[in-house]
């Protein structure tokens, strides 16, 4: 079974930094993508980022230039530092992979518990 642990959201100011921490640990095969979705009050789920197994990143237009994604050497965990956030950045941050159980399964999904960042005025 695989797992995912989140960790660092928290509270912040505008203009200020954070960044937050995604580890899968279990039995997998292999990861694809690992990314990041957030759902602010209200509102619909939506990308945030997301970095695929040759560590290419793809970042929503919303947070272009602010953002960075990365995963660590071993593919198994994803940062994503935050920079210069916005009132609009809160929200409940969910890390996402794609994997394979074994080399000839097709991909699955999986969502961690989420975690809150809030970025004051």
């Known amino acids: 079974q695989v797992q995912l642990v989140e960790s660092g959201g928290g509270l912040v100011q505008a203009g200020g930094s954070l960044r937050l921490s995604c580890a899968a640990s279990?039995?997998?095969?292999?990861?694809?993508?690992m990314g990041w979705y957030r759902q602010a009050q209200g509102k619909q789920r939506e990308l945030v980022a997301y970095?695929?197994?040759?560590?290419?990143?793809n970042y929503a237009d919303a947070v272009k230039g602010r953002f960075t994604i990365s995963r660590d050497n071993n593919k198994t965990t994803v940062d994503l530092q935050m920079n210069s956030v916005k009132p609009d950045d809160t929200a409940v941050y969910y890390c996402h992979i794609q994997y394979k159980r074994w080399y000839r399964d097709g991909y699955l999904e999986l969502w961690g518990q989420g975690t809150l960042v809030t970025v004051s005025s």
């Open positions: 279990g039995t997998f095969f292999s990861i694809r993508t």
């Open positions: 970095v695929t197994n040759d560590n290419s990143a």
